[in-house]
């Protein structure tokens, strides 16, 4: 049963009850939202305004259409390096066709770089209406959870080298260059840490730096382990920016912190922003980008929304309505060059934990954004950007979730290598080319698991008995194996086949078991199965009267050694 909606004619019923909750709710959806979305923008190197619109289009518009009423969305870290990489390699691309004043030439690169991203963004949108309308949803779900999995931790790694750097007030340098991607980053991580030894340096303090972020990961920690649990609706995320805000200010430490506009609906910028839409629209890596986001967006909304199914009973999402409002949202978002949305199941969780009954909720957690930014901005520039670094540190951190590896190690030892493969080749390259690589290397595995057939056949003619162990699934391409063992069998022979290490028997290997079977009953021979073996492997409506000789027999292993050597694919 699905999550029941608010009607006209249950309006007044709903104001006297649920809306009391939803109201309670959005307030903790809120506060959490808050920091997390200034974290992201600080990550990805934008105005926090622009993390901040995303949140509102993801609270008053994608929560009117959600096909997951209890979702919440908005920007998430899972985009972050998509997002970054585009902005980075747009203004070098700038870079290198500006011939205008220098000083200007790094304002106006952001500009062109901005620009690129909403048009990327507007596509994903675009793709993502055309995916919900087309009713692929649910065709996201059949991507392989060591794929998905690997690819939230490469995104987790990456967010902890880059950002690591942020919360020590480091800036990260590759032979003179600002460090770009994991690789590089890792390698700058140790120089990182001696400068906060070095406390006879005269440049920023980063010692103090680490220590707010130490103070902000900690209090985390422990408010999520040992808070009352009256007190457990405080987001910890927020009470670790504003711990560390107040020891920042109270002890006047010199670090960087945010830098807000008065007025940050000024950060609004439509598609007109820049004059250089030809270079813009032409160029290959904006529609790659969009694809990647695209799908990547859309992986990430709908696991979550599956995850939100699991936490409310009687919740169930509608995943192309999702999928559909998921798009809508990100038109929106790349019209006004904010920050790509996904739902995010941090603040989705939040939402079903507090309180949350319908989509109401959602919505005003959108209400209590814009107001904030209206209102509020000012506060922001109290808040130390080691803090945010240490925020996004910790998320980054649970994305690789070290409880889904040991789940995977167990699973067997192809899936955790399909994860971890994944994981390297984000982290050492890029998004895309892990993804991909992961995707084969799932498809590679099917194949081969529904290639690999093995059989073992015994024959004993003393006694005119024979068993055939099959292993593995028996399809058409094994079809040749399968009846190559069937004519080793002599005449006269009862032969027992052995199916209790069969994965799967499709129509083609089950019907020329049963015609080699008549021809053999001709010749005196008999065939002795253990048809209920077969249930869940193969289904069929079959005469068996006279193939089966009784109505279960125990296949057994006969002495004697076997005829050939086992048949493997």
């Known amino acids: ?133 087309l009713l692929i949803g649910r065709w996201f779900q059949a991507v392989s959870p060591a794929v998905i999995n690997g690819m939230l931790a490469g995104i987790g790694v990456l967010i902890i080298v880059s950002q690591f750097h942020v919360m020590l007030d480091h800036e990260a340098l590759w032979h003179g260059h600002k460090a770009h991607g994991g690789l590089e980053y890792m390698a700058t991580i140790p120089e990182a840490i001696w400068k906060c030894f070095d406390l006879q340096g005269t440049g920023p303090s980063h010692h103090l730096a680490a220590a707010i972020g130490i103070i902000t990961i900690l209090t985390m920690m422990l408010w999520q382990g040992f808070a009352p649990k009256k007190l457990k609706l405080i987001p910890s995320a927020l009470l670790g920016i504003v711990l560390a805000s107040i020891v920042a200010v109270v002890w006047n430490f010199p670090l960087k912190n945010l830098a807000v506009p008065q007025n940050l609906l000024d950060e609004v910028s439509f598609l007109n922003s820049t004059s250089h839409w030809t270079s813009v629209i032409t160029d290959p890596a904006v529609y790659t980008t969009a694809l990647v986001i695209a799908l990547v967006a859309s992986a990430e909304t709908l696991l979550c929304a599956t995850a939100i199914d699991k936490m409310k009973p009687g919740h169930k999402t509608n995943h192309d309505k999702e999928l559909t409002a998921q798009g809508i949202g990100n038109m929106l978002c790349g019209l006004v060059g904010a920050l790509p949305m996904t739902g995010v199941i941090v603040r989705s969780s939040a939402n079903v934990n507090a309180g949350g009954q319908t989509r109401g909720a959602t919505i005003m957690h959108g209400a209590w954004l814009l107001l904030f930014i209206v209102l509020l901005p000012s506060i922001l520039t109290l808040v130390p950007r080691a803090a945010l670094g240490a925020l996004l540190v910790y998320t980054g951190f649970k994305l690789v979730n070290i409880k889904q590896i040991k789940e995977l190690f167990r699973t067997g030892w192809t899936e955790f290598g399909i994860y971890l493969t994944t994981v390297v080749l984000i982290v050492s390259f890029d998004l895309l080319i892990g993804v991909v690589a992961g995707i084969v290397l799932s498809a590679v595995k099917l194949l081969v698991t529904f290639t690999r057939f093995e059989t073992d056949l015994f024959i004993t003619e003393e006694e005119k008995k024979a068993t055939l162990a099959l292993h ?98």
């Open 1 to 133: 049963m699905a999550t029941q909606e608010t009607s006209p004619a249950q309006t007044a019923g709903y104001f006297s009850g649920t809306f009391r909750k939803d109201f309670v709710s959005s307030i903790v959806v809120f506060l959490v939202a808050l920091p997390l979305c200034i974290g992201i923008a600080v990550a990805v190197g934008v105005n926090p305004a622009r993390a901040l619109i995303t949140g509102i289009i993801g609270g008053l518009v994608v929560g009117c259409f959600s096909g997951s009423p209890l979702q919440v969305s908005g920007p998430a870290a899972g985009l972050f390096v998509i997002v970054a990489d585009l902005i980075a390699s747009q203004k070098a691309k700038f870079l290198g066709f500006y011939a205008g004043p220098q000083e200007s030439a790094d304002g106006l690169s952001m500009t062109y770089a901005l620009a690129a991203l909403g048009f990327a963004v507007l596509l994903a949108g675009v793709l993502q209406i055309v995916a919900g309308k």
């Open 472 to 569: 593995g699934a028996a399809t058409f391409l094994r079809l040749p194996v399968l009846t190559e063992r069937l004519e080793e069998i002599p005449a006269e022979v009862e032969l027992t086949v052995d199916l209790s290490n069969l994965t799967y028997i499709d129509h083609a290997c089950f019907e020329a078991l049963l015609d080699w079977a008549k021809q053999h009953e001709k010749t005196g021979g008999s065939l002795v199965i253990d048809w209920r073996l077969l249930h869940g492997k193969f289904q069929k409506e079959m005469d068996v009267r006279q193939l089966e000789p009784r109505d279960s027999v125990e296949p057994r292993k006969l002495s004697g050694k076997p005829s050939t050597k086992t048949a493997t694919a």
